[in-house]
């Protein structure tokens, strides 16, 4: 008797966790990426072949930001498999420790689903991953606890992981569009590359 009580109150907070209610804050940012969202489609279906942009959401810790994103995505990611067939336009995961160029790399090709070994150079591991980003027609890569790629990597590490992320969004041959989500430090990293912060718009 007791333990069904405890199951029901364990499943009532589980489904309340798992809604989302929506903010005012929300909608700059919902708004935002539908533009982006939008773009990236026109370009694909016109044959054009511009780079691709971005966007920066930062607040304090425990503001919403992972909720926020998560909600984002997985309505923008639900929509686009339904009316395009893609099986996965977005991906989404959090920066590795340690954030080095390599093992970000190796991060994202796992979130694609393509195992190897640890033991290969980050210029063949980012080879496959653009390879896979295009195969799978990924149009988007969300990276949270962004501002980790700023705290914990050397300054040479997030120079590199800076430049290969512009490098994704402006592929001539497959574009993807970088979402990055992290406390105010993240903000660091786009001051600190200006041609980053020129393909990132930002929502606080
Ligand atoms: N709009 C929302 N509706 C319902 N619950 C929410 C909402 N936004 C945040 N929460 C809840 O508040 C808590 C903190 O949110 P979240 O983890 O998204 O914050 P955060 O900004 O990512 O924090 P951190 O910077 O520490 O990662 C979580 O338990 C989350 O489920
Ligand atoms: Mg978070």
Do not use: C
């Amino acid at each position: 008797m007791s333990n069904d009580i405890i199951r029901n109150a364990a499943e009532k907070v589980a489904a309340l966790r798992d809604h989302f209610i929506h903010h005012e804050r929300f909608e700059p940012l919902e708004a935002r990426f539908a533009m982006l969202v939008a773009k990236r489609l026109s370009d694909l279906d016109a044959g054009r072949s511009s780079e691709a942009h971005g966007l920066a959401l930062s607040g304090p810790s425990g503001t919403g930001k992972s909720a926020a994103m998560h909600h984002l995505l997985a309505g923008v990611g639900q929509q686009l498999s339904t009316t395009r067939h893609w099986d996965a336009p977005i991906i989404s995961l959090r920066v590795p420790s340690p954030a080095t160029l390599k093992f970000v790399g190796y991060t994202l090709l796992r979130a694609l689903g393509y195992q190897i070994g640890s033991e290969r150079q980050a210029w063949y591991i980012w080879d496959l991953v653009r390879h896979h980003l295009k195969e799978r027609q990924v149009l988007f890569v969300h990276l949270d606890e962004a501002q980790d790629l700023a705290s914990r990597g050397t300054k040479h590490e997030l120079n590199a992981v800076a430049s290969m992320l512009k490098t994704l969004m402006t592929d001539p041959d497959w574009p993807v569009g970088i979402i990055l989500s992290g406390t105010p430090e993240l903000e660091d990293i786009l001051n600190h590359d200006s041609q980053l912060a020129r393909r990132m718009g930002s929502v606080a």
